[in-house]
């Protein structure tokens, strides 16, 4: 096992920077996931990783070696691909001993380590099938498989569960979780479900147009975005956005959103926000979680406010609301006791404690 | 009484409507539209392949004049003969070192097309497969003018090295040589584009994982790339088994069976015997002598592919 670390790391094909001097350490044993919208050179990263795509400046290393002229096969790392990538025409052992076959480790090693990633990966009774003769699930714990054995310094994973479907995507995360809890070996893992990034990763990595936007633990880019792609990429549904300015109303702070509603800033908000521009365009963002139903939710720093939503949305135990705002659609989720109904006016709360404010023309958060 | 009178026509009516109906039905079916879309190839067909096959089985149980039956008398003769057992071991020779050479000479040349960029692969891929479009009796017609012993480009070009010249269709050995060189540079084309073909649909991430595993090139070719293309090597090698076994073109211009009957393939033999020497049963029976050879061969190679199946 090995820590990995990238340095000023570019991608160029002909013209085109796909990856734009990154800068990244992953600590030994840590689960990073690098995620991001597609093009935004997450892959392309993970594969300068793997050593199967030349960088084109910068460095890479893997258990502090510099790696940037090793072959693949000399990198002491295990990938696990989008689409499998298994041999048709080797049974599920072979596939999986394929690696140490070709390091000529003695077959009685091959065999328990084969045995005990299977078990591992509760596969055992599929040891000899072909992997057509397998389901995408069990295709991928094959995959998984192959890579446990060889025993490497870091795993890659390259949009593992893409091709699940909804189900078997959350059972096959819980068992990465798990295999990864088991072996502790560093991985990275690249996907563009956010969904995925907040629940596998101890880090996440997210990654805009060849640039890291962020790094950090999965609550910390939820709670704290750094930047406005961030606040929206993280959290589903995604964090609202409504135009707003600040306004000094009878000496105190507010955030006005229309030309009738303002609301009052909390202390800790308002001592924060005091210094920023009253003429700068700003953006109030909001996690549909903190525009919650006033019968429900009260307190300091929360202010309520009339809403008609247009569309609702029963999930059973949370019902989400979508209304206008501002010229724009705001989320909003309440208790399903509050029966909210399409066209009905709906008295709702708005938690200013969580709330983020944007620089509209840059994006970053305030 | 009326009704009685009826009766008989309200049959004939039900009867003839039910047929129409039953034929509309069968017209209807997906494998009789299917039969008969196929039906001009299935006459062409029986025309010209079943029909010659059943008058050349007929034709080689007569006598050289065709006038009495003789059962299996001409394929008796023939074991007796020492020139049938050396065209045997000739087409032999001849069919599975060509193919064994074009196989390997095309599978070589379609990695290298495979890995030259889209853009030139194009224009590399149209000159290699010159050879193989341009007419055998044609080009092979250049290829004895460069064999020729006396002023050909070959021995001249030799002859500054201290070579030669080299007697190209005159030696046995060199005339074996020479036409298994001109077959392999003619059959050499659909292998490669056969194989190219088939290279380009290997999944790039096979080759990735491998890599990752630890496989070298070789490693890479021999655990990945062949097993992946074997059904595709296996249907090329047995066409071009069957087809080179029974070539006639090439030999004929470039030997015609000589020296001393040494390059004779069976359907040079078959036409020497039974058009030139006017003996048509035996020319017959001699050209059925290959098909139980590459009947046995087909079986062997189509059941290994039907047993593979598709593993993708």
Not at chain 1, 222 to 227: I, L, M, S, V
Not at chain 2, 76 to 84: A, D, G, I, S, V
Not at chain 2, 140 to 162: E, V
């Amino acid at each position: 096992m090995a820590d990995v670390t990238l340095r000023k790391v570019v991608k160029r094909y002909d013209d085109v920077e796909a990856v734009r001097g990154i800068d990244l350490d992953i600590p030994d044993h840590e689960f990073v996931v690098l995620v991001g919208p597609s093009g935004c050179g997450k892959s392309t990263t993970l594969r300068m990783i793997a050593g199967l795509e030349d960088i084109s400046d910068g460095d890479i290393m893997i258990g502090g070696d510099i790696v940037n002229d090793v072959p693949p096969k000399d990198r002491d790392i295990a990938m696990v691909f989008q689409n499998y990538a298994l041999y048709p025409h080797m049974t599920v052992a072979e596939n999986m001993s394929f690696g140490l076959r070709l390091k000529h480790y003695p077959k009685a090693e091959i065999k328990q380590r084969v045995t005990e990633a299977a078990r591992m990966l509760d596969i055992t009774e599929l040891i000899d099938r072909k992997p057509k003769q397998l389901s995408g699930g069990q295709r991928q714990r094959v995959a998984m498989g192959r890579a446990i054995v060889r025993n490497p310094k870091v795993f890659l994973f390259d949009e593992p569960l893409s091709n699940l479907d909804a189900k078997l995507r959350v059972q096959m995360r819980i068992e990465i979780k798990k295999v990864h809890q088991k072996v502790r070996t560093t991985t990275v893992y690249v996907t563009h479900d956010q969904v995925e990034a907040m629940t596998l990763a101890d880090r996440v990595v997210v990654m805009n147009n060849g640039r890291i936007e962020q790094v950090g633990p999965p609550n910390e880019l939820y709670h704290k975005p750094a930047t406005r792609f961030v606040a929206s990429f993280i959290g589903s549904p995604a964090m609202n956005f409504v135009p707003c300015r600040l306004e000094d109303i009878g000496g105190t702070l507010h955030v006005r959103v229309t030309d009738t509603l303002a609301f009052p800033l909390p202390g800790v908000r308002a001592s924060r926000y005091n210094s920023v521009s009253r003429d700068t365009k700003l953006l109030l963002g909001l996690r549909p979680e903190h525009v919650a139903d006033a019968k429900f939710n009260s307190g300091a720093g929360v202010e309520t406010f009339d809403a008609t939503p247009d569309v609702i949305e029963p999930m059973g135990m949370e019902t989400f609301v979508y209304f206008p705002l501002a010229g724009g659609q705001v989320c909003g989720r309440v208790n399903p006791a509050v029966d909210a109904r399409a066209g009905a006016p709906l008295r709702l709360a708005v938690d200013l404690n969580h709330m983020h404010l944007l620089n509209e023309a840059t994006g970053a958060v305030i | 009484m009326v009704d009685v009178a009826i009766q008989p026509n309200r049959a004939n009516r039900t009867s003839a409507t039910r047929k129409r109906a039953s034929l509309r039905n069968a017209l209807k079916r997906k494998s009789t539209s299917a039969f008969f879309m196929t039906l001009p190839l299935i006459v062409l067909v029986a025309v010209l392949v079943i029909y010659p096959a059943f008058y050349s089985l007929h034709l080689a149980t007569l006598n050289k004049s065709m006038q009495r039956y003789v059962g299996f008398s001409n394929f008796t003769f023939l074991f007796t003969r020492e020139t049938f057992w050396l065209v045997v071991k000739q087409s032999c020779i001849f069919a599975i070192t060509a193919v064994i050479f074009k196989a390997l000479i095309g599978f070589i040349v379609a990695h290298f097309v495979h890995n030259i960029p889209a853009k030139g692969q194009r224009k590399w891929r149209g000159m290699l497969l010159v050879p193989w479009v341009i007419p055998p009796a044609m080009s092979t017609l250049g290829w004895l003018w460069l064999f020729d012993p006396s002023y050909s480009a070959f021995n001249y070009t030799l002859s500054f090295f201290g070579i030669g010249p080299i007697p190209w269709t005159g030696d046995a050995d060199w005339a074996r040589f020479s036409v298994i060189l001109v077959n392999v540079w003619y059959g050499m084309p659909f292998f490669m584009i056969m194989y190219l073909a088939s290279l380009k649909s290997v999944p790039d991430q096979l080759y990735e994982a491998a890599a990752i595993d630890g496989a070298n090139w070789w490693q890479r070719i021999w655990y990945v790339t062949l097993p992946m293309m074997r059904n595709i090597i296996a249907i090329t090698t047995l066409f071009s088994l069957i087809v080179t076994f029974a070539n006639f073109d090439i030999v004929r211009i470039l030997t015609a069976g000589g020296p001393l009957d040494k390059t004779h393939l069976f359907a040079t033999w078959a036409f020497k015997l039974g058009i030139e020497s006017s003996d048509i049963p035996l020319g017959a029976s001699v050209s059925l002598f290959m098909v139980p050879i590459l009947a046995v061969a087909a079986i062997f190679i189509l059941r290994d592919i039907n047993k593979r199946g598709n593993e993708a």
